[in-house]
């Protein structure tokens, strides 16, 4: 669930090994400052892990809890760890996914292609694959999951306020870096990680790509910083997402187009695919009644609603978006990079047939080439 799934983007190495084998941790017990409705649990619980992957200890509420309860109080042990796995799904729904993914990533780089890019604007032609359809998702998205009543707050604990808590801390602590800088500061050192090491290589691909793109009509650092509308779009984004970007130059500009893309396809990817853990509503609720094992009838049907409205999909990143392209030059970047995605996937297989669990974040006949409800 941790080290082989959804919650590989969130695991890191702690600054020193304690004593009791904590290597690895989870922390979400931040979940705990947000407002729930009368009945419901508090959210909230940090999972420690050993240099192998075991868990050593869940902390919750100021108390920590180690695996030896499982055998005088197995309930009170189940339950712990169904509070943090209902609290990791929670967290990476709304705010990884919803906030940071939707109307972070993609709402912000699809308003400053249209407002600062001009439609022959080369910059402008190589994002509008990757944010096809966003304006419309994220409408969408708004209105049946954001808004206070929607979809999203039924299916969750949270009270009017709780929302907003939970909307401001994805806001304050949103984080937007070159893949290989999250993984250096995940700093996961013992063992291979698959979303390590197939997301390194799907970064490479996707960088590769931007890179070889951007080289055709830019040459140097000057020729990106005398263009004013590459300069405008940039502002806007560093206006909107302060302190995330670091000072434009021809290098900085392919990471944040390579991250952006990242994000919109193996991301969304990695973060929207959450269907089969929230199918039991004992796995990962959304809203659970303190000590109960599960969450309730109305819960679970809300939580699967959610799911059932949100499994529409985009185009394959594997069709041929060249079409978009100014020039011969460029579509043969854009085919050659479409060609290299269909070889990555035979890594992916191969790779997953020797793993514990198969992971499907990178694969790219499974990835959408924009954000999707």
């Known amino acids: 669930f941790v080290f082989n799934g959804i919650g590989s983007h969130l695991v890191e190495k702690l600054p020193k090994q304690e004593k009791d084998g904590s290597y690895y941790v989870v922390k979400l017990n931040f979940m705990d400052q947000l407002e729930v409705r009368p009945g419901f649990a508090k959210y909230g619980a940090d999972a420690y892990f050993s240099s192998y992957g075991e868990i050593v200890k869940i902390v919750r509420q100021g108390q920590t809890y180690t695996p030896s309860l499982a055998w005088s109080n197995p309930d009170k042990w189940e339950y712990l760890k169904m509070t943090f796995r209902g609290s990791l799904i929670t967290k990476i ?7 940071g993914l939707h109307m972070t990533v993609g709402n912000y780089f699809t308003t400053a292609s249209r407002e600062q890019l001009a439609p022959d604007h080369p910059l402008r032609r190589l994002l509008k694959p990757f944010t096809f359809r966003a304006v419309a998702i994220n409408r ?11 979809y999203m707050h039924r299916a969750l604990a949270l009270t009017e306020k709780g929302l907003a808590q939970t909307w401001q801390y994805a806001t304050d602590n949103f984080k937007f870096e070159p893949f290989p800088d999250m993984i250096a500061r995940q700093n996961i050192d013992t063992f291979p990680l698959p979303f390590h090491e197939d997301g390194l290589d799907y970064w490479n691909l996707v960088r590769g790509f931007v890179g070889d793109y951007v080289n055709l009509y830019y040459t140097s650092d000057a020729d990106v910083t005398s263009d004013t509308s590459v300069v405008a779009f940039y502002s806007f984004l560093d206006a909107k997402m302060p302190g995330q970007l670091r000072p434009l130059s021809r290098d900085t500009l392919k990471d944040t187009l390579a991250q952006a893309i990242f994000w919109v396809t193996a991301m969304h990817n990695h973060m929207g695919n959450i269907a089969e853990y929230v199918s039991d509503p004992a796995f990962t609720p959304g809203a659970w009644v303190e000590n109960e094992l599960a969450s309730r009838p109305g819960a679970a049907v809300r939580q699967a609603v959610i799911m059932a409205l949100t499994g529409l999909q985009q185009p394959s990143i594997l069709e041929d978006f060249s079409l978009m392209m100014l020039d011969d030059q460029a579509k043969a970047v854009a085919q050659a990079f479409t060609s290299s995605l269909k070889a990555f996937e035979s890594v992916v297989e191969s790779r997953n047939w020797g793993r514990e669990q198969v992971f499907t974040t990178f694969c790219p006949n499974l990835m959408d080439v924009s954000i999707g409800i």
């Open 140 to 150: 969408a998205a708004s209105r049946s999951l954001m808004w206070s009543k929607a």
């Open 93 to 99: 729904t709304a705010i990884d996914h919803l906030m």
